[in-house]
């Protein structure tokens, strides 16, 4: 019985271990989305969460404390100027794991961590570079037939 066993060896020792969750919050913060194990995105998600929850009081000290987990600084800047920013409201909650089925080479089950309300951000973000090539498109073409009625 696993009575008050908390957390995941991962199959590795101590080191091993904090080292792949550290790298694993890394690219969640950086990327917003990563596709992963179902246990290793289950064991990142507590530490994304805590990250997340220290962005949201921009102090030295949660700067420091992030540092101390987070591998890169550009991961710590956008941690406390975007993402702290957007989950100011909310009270947890910030990820979602998604199931995608096995991996086609050992079979291991896949799953996708990313953090709730990036899809909204890129979405957002697309359907707004596409709608600037299409005006720009529309008045290219307007340019054009000027010119050629002229």
Known sequence: MRHKVAGYKLKRDTAGRNSLLRNLATSVIEAERIVTTVTKAKAVRPLVEHMITLAKTD????RRQAAAVLRTPESVKKLFDTLG?????????????????????????????ELVGSE?????????????????????????????DE
């Open 120 to 148: 909204l951000v890129k979405r957002a973000a697309d359907r707004a570079k596409r709608r600037e090539e299409r005006l720009k498109a529309q008045r290219e073409g307007r340019d054009h037939e000027e010119e050629t």
């Open 59 to 62: 102090t030295l000290h949660s």
């Open 85 to 113: 920013t957007r989950f100011g409201q909310r009270n947890g909650g910030y990820t979602r794991i998604v199931k995608l089925g096995p991996r086609k080479g050992d079979g291991a089950e896949q799953a996708m961590i």
